[in-house]
Nanobody, 122 residues
Framework: QVQLQESGPGLVKPSQTLSLTCTVSGGSITTSYYYWHWIRQPPGKGLEWMGA???????YYSPSLKSHTSISRDTSKNQFSLQLNSVTPEDTAVYYCARSTLGDTGYEYDYWGQGTQVTVSS
């Protein structure tokens, strides 16, 4: 059973950098052919895909967030991380990490973290 757990600060000040880590257990982040995602849900809105890192270290980003988003991984700790620079209150959301494969019609998610609330406020 794969488990994902998000961790990071619950409160970030505007213009600062948000850093979150997803710790994976029960499976390796280097196992073919999985994708490891960051997804967020602002209050009252739907899910927003932010980006992903693949089993072999390639990264993909949402075009709208690419300029201030970075996803990396630490294979020795079986973790992957999100950095979101220059945050604003609009970045307030529940942040999720998730695993997927890439199917014929897109990402097919099978495991999610429980989510972590991040509030951007001074």
């Amino acid at each position: 059973q794969v488990q994902l757990q998000e961790s990071g600060p619950g409160l970030v000040k505007p213009s600062q950098t948000l850093s979150l880590t997803c710790t994976v257990s029960g499976g390796s982040i280097t196992t073919s052919y999985y994708y490891w995602h960051w997804i967020r849900q602002p209050p009252g809105k739907g899910l927003e895909w932010m980006g992903a890192i693949t089993y072999d270290g390639n990264t993909y980003y949402s075009p709208s967030l690419k300029s201030h988003t970075s996803i990396s991984r630490d294979t020795s700790k079986n973790q992957f991380s999100l950095q979101l620079n220059s945050v604003t209150p609009e970045d307030t959301a529940v942040y999720y990490c998730a695993r997927s494969t890439l199917g014929d019609t897109g990402y097919e998610y099978d495991y999610w973290g429980q989510g972590t609330q991040v509030t951007v406020s001074s």
